[in-house]
């Protein structure tokens, strides 16, 4: 075990340039469309393969399998995972525990630059990693690239962050003492992300967690599974120690409800429904023989979110948008428009317009870059299914409504748009989570913002109007974690859209923001009277920049 705390001495020389967003690549251009369609091709002949649970470094296999398939061809595996149970839990919390002992002393500038050497890799390869994403979860090519350059983001983010949290003083110096405040690891944290974003999101929340000096237990979803172990993969050939990410696949209900039980779980970082996010909350309060802490929850959650369309609007522009959140990646976004809330005075013709729209949207397999792709499962399938059902008795079908059978059996519904929604039906108050918009009448600019605030969530929302008056009153009035005027609602940029909901959307943790890694620290604040050490101590401190 490492005796000194190392975490002062971020070498002055660290190379660093100002954060900027990945470029996203324009699949337009006939080399990137080739390097696409050559990555897939190599990604498929790679698929099946089987890969291990890792703890501690360890490789470890299971009697019980997940198998994760693809759901445009859902007879085809994409990998084969262990499936951890709840003997599991113990070994890999001891893992974490032991790695914790010295990862939490190595210095932040060796942990930030393990992930920036994780993200020079990862761009390196970021065609590969988006063929993974287009067969595992059926993303077309650019919703694909979005996820990895947002994986690339939060890992240049959060190293930066992490430099800069360590480099916090106190704004108060008291005369005869030296006043420090210092950012210091909680401990072991579970790692429970979705599967709609399987990278950025299982990625992000995994980089703030070690960065800070935490170690964890991820548990990806057992819907992508694979873009995990890729990740893994990654994180061993840049130099992770053992121990500091135990991957350990495994179902939600028993895997990681028992990790979130564990006494030694200081944190959990949850990305996901609103149900389980809620579980976790609710079991994570109930304090284990042998606990000594409070769990820290960090839980983003599931959403409904609006785009309020007003009369003085570019309506093209609010089309755009319009179908854009609603129908990207097929709805299944925490973000994704499945209201839009449209003023009585343009509500025919922008329905007559966005029935045409909708129309043209063409509906196949990702791997051939379709716009809008399956659904991730058969549960997903049924679910979405069961609500058209529930729509059309609440409202009047203007597009689609139905599945679309191929003969390989992919999970695909046709994009839907459903107009005559009451504000109060369940379509426009629940989370359906597929590409099922919506279309309420608004009778005021009132009447819009009411509408907007009536769900439960409080994730994101928009707005389209030319009415500088209406934006203002949006941004007051408006209750969402992240608002839009003018654009889509979707597509959430690492470091200028903090992203976090409200109210049942979660704890409002606004990832990808400067306040994200707060999250995942303890701030101790350290007063020591001044003349008491030794000359050669004070100097040792002064060149620490204490
Ligand atoms: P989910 O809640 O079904 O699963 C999320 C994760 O929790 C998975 O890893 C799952 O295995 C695990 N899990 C399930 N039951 C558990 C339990 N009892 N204890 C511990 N872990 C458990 O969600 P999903 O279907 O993977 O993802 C879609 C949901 O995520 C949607 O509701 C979407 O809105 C939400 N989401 C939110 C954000 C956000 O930032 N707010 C981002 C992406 C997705």
């Not at 009277?529 to 060149?543: D, I, R, V």
Request: proline share 6%; with cysteine; hydrophobic share 40%.
């Amino acid at each position: 075990m490492a005796t000194v705390n190392l975490t002062h001495s971020v070498p002055s020389s660290l190379p660093l340039t100002p954060f900027v967003n990945e470029p996203f690549v324009d699949f337009a251009q006939p080399e990137n469309k080739r390097r696409m369609q050559a990555a897939i091709a190599d990604v498929q002949s790679k698929l099946g393969r089987e890969y291990d649970m890792i703890i501690g470094g360890k490789r470890l296999k299971t009697t019980g399998k997940i198998f994760s398939m693809n759901p445009a061809h859902p007879a085809e595996v994409i990998g084969v995972h262990q499936r951890a149970g709840t003997e599991h839990v113990e070994p890999a919390m001891q893992a974490a525990q032991a790695a914790f002992t010295t990862w939490s002393r190595t210095p932040v500038a060796d942990r930030a630059d393990l992930l920036f050497r994780a993200a020079a890799l990862i761009r390196e390869r970021s065609f590969e990693f988006c063929a993974w994403l287009t067969l595992e979860v059926g993303k077309n090519w650019g919703e694909a690239d979005a996820d990895v350059g947002e994986t690339i983001d939060f890992l240049e983010f959060y190293g930066r962050e992490a430099l800069r949290l360590h480099g916090t003083t106190t704004p108060i110096q008291l005369p005869g003492e030296r006043n420090q405040l210092r950012y210091v690891p909680l401990g072991v944290g579970a790692v429970i992300p979705p599967w709609n974003f399987p990278f950025a999101i299982m990625a992000g929340m995994t980089a703030a967690s070690i960065v800070c000096g935490n170690t964890v237990i991820l548990k990806p979803s057992v819907d992508a599974p694979t873009i995990a172990a890729k990740f893994m993969e990654l994180l061993e050939e840049v130099g992770l120690p053992d121990g500091v990410v135990n991957l350990c696949p495994g179902e939600g209900p028993d895997f990681g409800s028992a990790v979130v039980a564990h006494p030694q779980t200081r944190f959990i970082a949850f990305t996901g429904s609103k149900a389980v996010g809620l579980d976790i909350h609710e079991r994570a309060a109930k304090t284990q023989p042998g606990q000594i802490f409070i769990k820290r929850t960090i839980l983003e959650m599931g959403g409904k979110d609006s785009i309020i369309v007003e009369a003085d609007a570019d309506l093209d522009a609010a089309l755009d948008g319009v179908v854009a959140s609603a129908f990207g990646f097929n709805g299944q976004k925490c973000s994704a428009c499945s209201r839009a809330i449209v003023s009585a005075d343009i509500y025919d013709v922008f329905c007559d317009r966005l029935q045409e729209r909708v129309s043209k949207i063409k509906t196949g397999d990702p791997a051939e870059n379709v716009y809008t792709g399956p659904v991730i499962s058969e549960k997903s399938y049924r679910k979405v299914l069961d609500y058209l059902d529930i729509g059309k008795k609440e409202g009047t079908v203007l597009n689609g409504g139905h599945a679309i059978e191929t003969p390989e059996g992919g999970y695909y519904i046709a994009p839907t748009v459903i107009a005559d929604v009451a504000p109060t039906a369940r379509i426009a108050l629940e989370e359906i989570f597929g590409p099922v918009l919506a279309v309420i009448k608004s009778h005021s600019f009132d009447d819009a913002l009411s509408i907007a605030n009536n769900t439960e969530y409080g994730l994101t929302g928009a707005i389209y109007t030319g009415s500088r008056e209406k934006l203002d009153r949006a941004r007051e009035e408006f209750n969402v974690g992240n608002l839009y005027f003018n654009r889509k609602c979707t597509g959430a940029m690492v470091g200028a859209h903090p992203f976090g909901g409200f109210n049942m959307s979660g704890t409002d943790s606004k990832a990808g923001g400067p306040d994200y890694l707060l999250l995942f620290t303890q701030a101790k604040s350290v007063a020591e009277k001044l003349g008491h050490a030794s000359p050669a101590a004070e100097k040792q401190a002064e060149q620490m920049g204490m």
